[in-house]
């Protein structure tokens, strides 16, 4: 029999390749009136193949049975709706962990160092009226992961190889890991230096990372975020930025992408990054087959590879 499945935005051309070898593929974000197209096509399509799925997509496709997800992220998928409807829902974990990690620490050193200002100062000539300065170093300093999850642990080895104490916040413990845990956020962010985020997103994390955290991880901590911009007051890590209330921020999310505060642009006390945490083709690839062998699986009466519902 053959299978439809829709896609809704562009999937990377490798994983597009592979879905249509196997499935016949409609892309809605290709068709001039979606609605109708929906209205017309809507039964015939058994899985979607991306992200972004809410319900009132789901009505207008009765016979769906898998959304089969890319990316490890799943906040923009209504799960609750597609669980009450026997929607499974998978995701592409594991395979990112490494990629995420090398650029949180990258982040790092780039804000403490200041290699992107450096670059900048050499480029515009700067040097020959002196040198560009003195900063920081990982070395020695407590970084508090928030979120020690599969790519968590991978930041907290790192870190570790750059001679770094490890503390942790999270739900829970985690009794056989060899960090400090905090149950209190705020706590862990005034006895660290970086304060890294790694926390899933969605309603239960949105703004965790609170104005009063910030003022606890304070003047000489810096805050980067590798998971939503939604996890931090946004307004409030700007303010603190600008009057010296937190030392610096490296960005790799936002809670508006593409649009990204104004102020922090004129700001020397960040690093920024356009949403690049998982942007190797390494990765992007593994998670494409991931996402391929999850409806294959389904289509085939086996267990899901990574299933969230």
Request: aromatic share 4%; hydrophobic share 45%; with cysteine.
């Amino acid at each position: 029999m053959t299978i439809e499945i829709l896609q809704t935005a562009p999937l990377l051309a490798s994983c597009e390749q592979a879905l249509t070898e196997r499935y016949i593929v409609h892309k809605l974000h290709e068709q001039a009136d979606k609605q109708a197209w929906l209205a017309e096509n809507g039964a015939r399509i058994r899985a979607h193949a991306g992200s972004g799925v809410q319900a009132d997509l789901m009505d207008k496709l009765p016979n769906l049975e898998i959304i089969a997800s890319f990316g490890v992220g799943y906040d923009n998928i209504d799960v609750a709706a597609a669980k009450a409807r026997n929607i499974r829902v998978t995701n592409t974990p594991d395979v990112l962990n490494d990629a995420v990690a090398e650029l949180t620490i990258g982040l790092m050193i780039s804000l403490a160092r200041r290699i992107p200002q450096s670059d900048q100062f050499v480029r515009q000539g700067q040097w020959q009226k002196g040198n560009f300065g003195l900063f920081s170093e990982l070395t020695g300093k407590t970084i508090g992961i928030l979120g020690l999850g599969r790519i968590g642990k991978e930041i907290a080895t790192r870190a570790q190889a750059m001679k770094m104490r490890v503390v942790y916040h999270g739900r829970h413990q985690q009794k056989h890991t060899p960090y400090v845990y905090y149950d209190n956020l705020e706590d862990m962010a005034r006895d660290s230096d970086w304060l890294v985020v790694i926390a899933p997103g969605g309603k239960g994390t949105e703004g965790i990372v609170s104005r009063k955290v910030l003022e606890a991880l304070g003047p000489q901590g810096a805050i980067v975020n590798v998971a939503r911009g939604t996890l931090i007051d946004e307004a409030a890590m700007v303010e603190l930025l600008q009057n010296g209330g937190l030392g610096g921020a490296a960005l790799d999310v936002f809670a508006e992408e593409p649009q990204v505060p104004q102020a922090l642009l004129s700001l020397d006390n960040v690093v920024l990054s356009p949403h690049q945490g998982s942007a190797t083709h390494q990765t992007r690839d593994a998670m494409g087959a991931l996402l391929v062998a999850n409806l294959e699986k389904h289509f085939a009466g086996e267990p899901l590879i990574s299933a969230v519902v």
